[in-house]
Structures are given as C-alpha cells and as structure tokens.
T-cell receptor, first 111, second 113 residues
Framework: GIQVEQSPPDLILQEGANSTLRCNFS?????LQWFHQNPWGQLINLFY???GTKQNGRLSATTVATERYSLLYISSSQTTDSGVYFC?????????????FGAGTILRVKS | DTEVTQTPKHLVMGMTNKKSLKCEQH?????MYWYKQKAKKPPELMFV???????INESVPSRFSPECPNSSLLNLHLHALQPEDSALYLC????????????FGPGTRLTVL
C-alpha cells in the first residue's frame, strides 16, 4: 500500500518565523489532506489538496502530484500553531478510502 | 452544521465494563469511520461504514463492536477491554461514500483500568 513520509519530525520556531513542512508519498494519489492536531487531540482540516496550491490566511499548501510530494507553509508563526501536523493520503479503493497518515511533524512555537 | 460530534469526551472504564462511544454528523455524509490513536502516533483506521453498511474492518478484536443505526449516527460498543486499548478514539465522515475529504470529530479519550 501507499507510504507517507513527513519531515522534519520535530521543529522548534521562534514566534514570527516561517517554516515549511514536507510530505512525500510513494504512489500517485487522488487527494491529499493536511491536518493540525491541537493539544486537546482535535484533528483540524487545513487543506484538501490533490494538486496545485491553496492558501488560507498564514497557511498555504502546494502539492506536486507528478513528483509525489506536498508542502505546507506556515508564515509568521504564532504560539497557537503549536501541535502536530499530519498529512494523509487515501489507500487504494479496495481499502475503502482508508487514510494513510504520515508520522507527523511536532511543531513548537516559542514566544 | 459542518461538524462531527463525539460523546463522551472522556471515558474511564474497568475491564469488565460495557460502554459505548457515540458519533454524530448532520452534513449528509454517507461514509463514517472509526480511528484509534495512541500517544505520539498517527491515527489508525478501525472501521468504515459506507451507506450504513460495514465496508472495512481492519482486523479489529471483537471486543470492539461498531454499529451504524442511521446515516447520521455511528456507535462503537466496548466490552471486556484491555488496558492497552486506552487511546484517543476518533470518528470521521466523508461526503462521497468511500472517497473525498474526511472530517474528524474531537475524539473520546478512553482509559481502561
């Protein structure tokens, strides 16, 4: 099945800094999701981005499907950005749209 | 209404107890999912319901029993759990049957004593 790898595994930023998180996937995908898991465990949808670029406030994401990677950009980071960022892609249809998650990037933003 | 709700938020149970987790969505989504997440790990799929029928069971032990009474509700019945079943249980839904963007609820944090 598909494999999803994220980098870096950990990231510490000073408030106001920018960062880029990377997600590589082993097979072609028809969708790719980015999530932020807050300290209470809630998985918040950031982007649904099978290809191209999307922006939402200080966050943006780019997926290059032909090269099997996606990037999440965080600009002017804030302490509330802390948490775990996951990317996830679906396995094959016979797996029932099972989302395969990367191991996550743990982000800590210091004030 | 654009959210998935889960109750309870926290649950502590003994190994001989029977309890249920509840998930609800009113977005008209036709696929619903249960995931299990251990600390410092990504979520892992347990079950998928599509159009109220069980589509996927990821070899989950029978002490976990899912139920989908209607298109808006998903339950997870728990019986004779083990301490290693302590985890965050996440429910999700997606609009397009077995495809499309998945939306997650806030989770139930389960502790088995």
């Amino acid at each position: 099945g598909i494999q999803v790898e994220q980098s870096p595994p950990d990231l510490i930023l000073q408030e106001g800094a920018n960062s880029t998180l990377r997600c590589n996937f082993s097979d072609s995908v028809n969708n790719l999701q980015w999530f932020h898991q807050n300290p209470w465990g809630q998985l918040i949808n950031l982007f649904y981005i099978p290809s191209g670029t999307k922006q939402n406030g200080r966050l943006s994401a780019t997926t290059v499907a032909t090269e099997r990677y996606s990037l999440l950009y965080i600009s002017s980071s804030q302490t509330t950005d802390s948490g775990v960022y996951f990317c996830a892609a679906p396995g094959a249809m016979e797996y029932g749209n099972k989302l395969v998650f990367g191991a996550g990037t743990i982000l800590r933003v210091k004030s | 209404d654009t959210e998935v709700t889960q109750t309870p938020k926290h649950l502590v149970m003994g190994m001989t107890n029977k309890k249920s987790l509840k998930c609800e969505q009113h977005m008209g989504h036709r696929a619903m999912y249960w995931y299990k997440q251990k600390a410092k790990k990504p979520p892992e799929l347990m079950f998928v319901y599509s159009y109220e029928k069980l589509s996927i069971n990821e070899s989950v032990p029978s002490r976990f029993s899912p139920e989908c009474p209607n298109s808006s509700l998903l339950n997870l019945h728990l019986h004779a759990l083990q301490p290693e079943d302590s985890a965050l249980y996440l429910c999700a839904s997606s609009p397009m049957g077995l495809a499309g963007e998945q939306f997650f609820g806030p989770g139930t944090r389960l502790t088995v004593l």
